[in-house]
């Protein structure tokens, strides 16, 4: 496996984004081990704030999010899927899967052993983070779900379809771009480069182009199986569960419905909808989320 690591002078300058890195290497079931990136912000011996990102951001999603929530007195984490951001990117297309990336952030999580975890996750982060809370319940004190969902192969909207045929059919794939028209507002320039500063040129870009191929909306797609599995034990879940879906995502409009159907924790949850926001809510209302975050684990307490 030919691995491809970004240079750390594409990380310099971007625009709100001066969080120290921290790398954690991870041996996953086959290959070399690789190196995850995550930003590591608040007391360490604070009870963790979990921030997963989807396909095609990184960490740099979270950057206005992170400061209040650590403010508060909590840990948070963010993490590079490794692909992305200051993380190993793998040069093959081939390298990737949806049960690699799964084996990969498990060994990152059982490495850093971290416990009374409170998940928020969008996206990617949901397809990879609820796995997580499905494989280690016990180390998952509540969950927030935003934009995402855990499909079985039934299907998917007709958003997400287009934005398959496009991902996997596109010569030029520019990141940034394709974040900024995920936003309800209007990214600036240096924030689309700062999107794009983790892919050089289109070698680094190969984790980006192929996880959309990656979601399981047919029968015969890969992890159905697993996903099926992990459903079964969310159904089981009572641990405080919030849906924070946006009211302006064609690709996830009304997926909150499969987890408050299924899962017993919604019961301890104030839903709510995230007004004036897009597939990537977390650019458009960063504030009102960090203070749903921080409310919701002094509520769930």
Known sequence: MKVLRTPDARFEGLPDYAFAPHYTEVQGREGPALRIHTVDEGPRKAAPVL???????????????????????????????????????????????YERHVAWMSAWLLKLDLRDITLFCQDWGGLIGLRLVAAFPDRFARVVVANTGLPVGTGASPAFEQWLQFSQNTPDFQVGTIVSMGCKRKLSPAEIAAYDAPFPDDSYKMGARIFPAFVPITPNHPSVAENKAAWEVL????????????????????????????????????????????????????????RLIVDFIGKAK
């Open 235 to 290: 159904s089981k879940f009572e641990k405080p569960f919030l849906c924070a879906f946006s009211d302006a995502d064609p690709v996830t409009r009304g997926g909150e419905r499969a987890f408050l159907e299924r899962v017993p924790g919604t019961k301890k949850a104030e839903h709510v909808t995230i007004k004036d926001a897009a597939h990537f809510l977390q650019e458009d209302k960063p504030e009102e989320l960090a």
């Open 51 to 97: 921030m997963m990102h989807g396909e095609p951001s990184w960490a740099f999603l979270y950057r206005k999010m992170i400061p209040p929530v650590a403010a508060a007195g909590h840990r948070v984490l963010a993490p590079d899927l490794l692909g992305f951001g200051r993380s190993d990117k793998p040069a093959a297309k081939t390298d990737y899967s």
